[in-house]
């Protein structure tokens, strides 16, 4: 059975949250803030606050106990479990971010980016899908992704293409 080591309770929205080895983040909106208004978080294992960041949210859990957060601008910064800023992202302004493997794959409505765990580049690609970028679904170098009634799928570098359609009942809400 699992043992409450400790709890915290915040007013406001807290919508996020990363573990680390040594350290929590949480991204929440406090109570009475104005829209957008985010606060990052940390916290110790044994629920102590350590630090926080006005306009900073969670983005990706990083290997050593280090993150990907976003600022208020949506710059992405690879920080340690201090808030010591280790990497800056330099390309572009980011809304979504995932890991997958030792590549971090970074994207706004229109632009995708690859970078390694360190936030250096190794390539960059317009999204072809018209819903914005959904790189939750990355294998071999292909993103996959559904839209409408099909599973779309492209490799950067190529032209995208419907891999098959979608049972109407599989898709309907």
């Known amino acids: 059975m699992p043992i409450v080591l400790w709890s915290q309770t915040l007013e406001g929205e807290c919508p996020d949250l990363l573990l680390g080895e040594d350290r929590i983040l949480l991204h929440c909106t406090p109570a009475g ?10 916290y110790d294992l044994a629920g ?20 990907l957060v976003n600022t208020s601008d949506g710059s992405p910064l690879v920080i340690n479990g201090d808030g010591g800023i280790s990497h800056r992202w330099q390309a572009g302004d980011v809304e979504w ?12 409505k229109q632009q995708v980016w690859a970078a390694d765990l360190e936030l250096r580049p190794v390539w960059q690609a317009s999204w072809p899908g018209q819903s914005g970028s959904a790189i939750d679904c990355f294998v071999g170098g292909t993103f996959y992704w559904v839209a409408g009634d099909s599973l779309w799928r492209w490799t950067p570098g190529g032209e995208p293409d419907i891999l098959c359609g979608l049972p109407t009942d599989l898709i309907a809400g």
């Open 97 to 108: 971010a995932r890991r997958h493997g030792d590549v971090l794959l970074l994207a706004d």
């Open 48 to 67: 102590g606050e350590r630090w926080t960041e006005p306009g900073w949210s969670v983005l990706v859990s990083l290997p050593g106990d280090r993150f």
């Open 33 to 42: 803030a104005e829209q957008g208004g985010t606060e990052l978080v940390c």
